[in-house]
């Protein structure tokens, strides 16, 4: 008799194996031959030598299409367990719109023309800088590539930061303790994270540090090797940050940096890091550049109307002035 100790690596064993272990009882009714002991995240697993494999190639298939999904309904479960091809039931190759399967098996895709240019970009690129209007999807989509390559195992974490320039990123004078101050700042960054990782994952995957969110200012003095990084709100980082942020890069890295030149909330003196960038690095040709317009917005059709007023405000404001910056009055 032999034994072996399965461990079910990245995913709660309820979502799995059912409340009470319901569906691990189904298990052990179909492998008959074998016994098995279901012991927090491992499985004992006793028996003869082909059974066993025969037990742990079914394991591997329910956890591939779980971590595919994000989810295994009962109906699939019983469908996975009774099917005999194991071939015909590993996840098929996503095509190149489609990234990943979100909570509940909700199907994140790029949905607009240079959401796939970033897609297509950061495959055959370490940077790439996504500029354009808010409602375009180029935070979405960064954290959802940042997921996908994650899940891969083509990095070991994830890097997501953007500038607190509305506290000046001095926060010392709001209400709470760090995290409460942070927090409003990165709030839309944890939303996304929120459609793609069921939350007790994410959490889990947070207090390890596999997914870490932070301010701009606290990536002074890192190397960030292996990973998958993203700036959100670069617009926001003044000249030196923005160096700071782009000389952090390490070996086998990704990174994302998205902006809005439009909205730029730095003080009148400052200036934008981002502007800066695109015009200093432009003759990088292993960093590209992806311009987003009113074409991508996927929030309310009005946000698209919006935008263009705004766009059509700032021309004429600049056929009335000698200075081509445009200027933020907000």
Known sequence: MSEKIIVIEGIDPVDLFGVNNSRLEKLKSYFNKIKIISRGNEIKVLGEPTEITRFEEKIHILMEHFHHYNTISQNDFEQLLFLEDSSTVSASALDESNLLFGNNGKLIKAKTAN????????????????????????????????????????????ILSRPAVEAGENLGFLPGDLKDKIDPYLQPLYDALDDMIPNKKLQDLMDDGIIQIAPLAYMRGRTLDNAFVILDEAQNATFNQFKMFLTRMGLHTKFIINGDTTQIDLPKKSQSGLIQALYILRNIPEIEVIHFNENDIV?????????????????????????????NND
Do not use: C, F, W
């Open 115 to 158: 959401q796939l240019k970033m897609v297509q970009a950061i495959a055959r690129r370490d940077m790439v800088i996504g500029v354009g209007p808010a409602g375009t999807g180029k935070t979405y989509t960064a954290i959802a590539l940042a997921v996908k390559a994650l899940k891969n195992k083509e990095v070991k974490r994830i």
């Open 299 to 327: 929030r309310h059709p009005l946000v698209k109307k919006i935008v263009l007023a705004y766009d059509s405000y700032y021309r004429e404001k600049e056929q009335q002035t000698t200075n081509p910056e445009v200027k």
